[in-house]
């Protein structure tokens, strides 16, 4: 009989383990966001306006802090912002905690880390869709490439910004 009822204890406790971290991997998820995209907009001195997303233009270049791309010569700029799409992966507003992603910006020929972004505690409303964004200074005559990091998932690009006489 004490066995029985050991054993029932026994299962008891297997199932309500097993129901527990089904609830907490619910919880997780309901609350997890994922970046999906991003994007770069320059800074132009003149009107201090944003470009278009680099990444969508036709011919785009840069030389000498000025950026230029089919149909428009774009002009002077200095800095960058970077926005990176998330996105819900539940209905309903949310708010991730902790880490989300990290935005990591290396030289193309060396390598190096030039600049990193971690992107945490993020709110997305109940569209499913959010934004966050980082502006970047004094990386403007580098050759470079944006990694964006998520979920075991890298988006990279290549950022042009040539320099020389």
Request: charged share 25%; net charge positive; with cysteine.
């Amino acid at each position: 009989m004490l066995a029985r009822i050991s054993g029932s204890m026994v299962a008891l406790a297997i199932l309500a383990g097993v129901a527990g971290a089904q609830d907490l991997s619910k919880k997780a998820y309901k609350d997890s966001v994922k970046a999906v995209d991003f994007s770069v907009h320059l800074f132009f001195e003149e009107s201090g306006e944003l470009s278009p997303d680099i990444f969508k233009l036709e011919e785009f270049g840069v030389w000498n802090f000025s950026a230029h791309w089919k149909g428009n010569n774009g002009g002077k700029f200095s800095g960058f912002l970077v926005r990176v799409k998330m996105q819900s992966r539940a209905r309903g507003d949310v708010f991730a905690e902790g880490r989300q992603a990290q935005l990591v910006l290396r030289d193309r020929k060396t390598k190096k880390t030039l600049r990193s972004w971690i992107i945490s505690d993020v709110y997305v409303s109940d569209k499913g869709i959010g934004y966050r964004a980082q502006f970047f200074t004094g990386l403007d005559c580098n050759l470079m490439e944006v990694a964006l990091i998520a979920d075991g998932t890298r988006i990279t690009r290549d950022l042009p910004f040539a320099c020389g006489e």
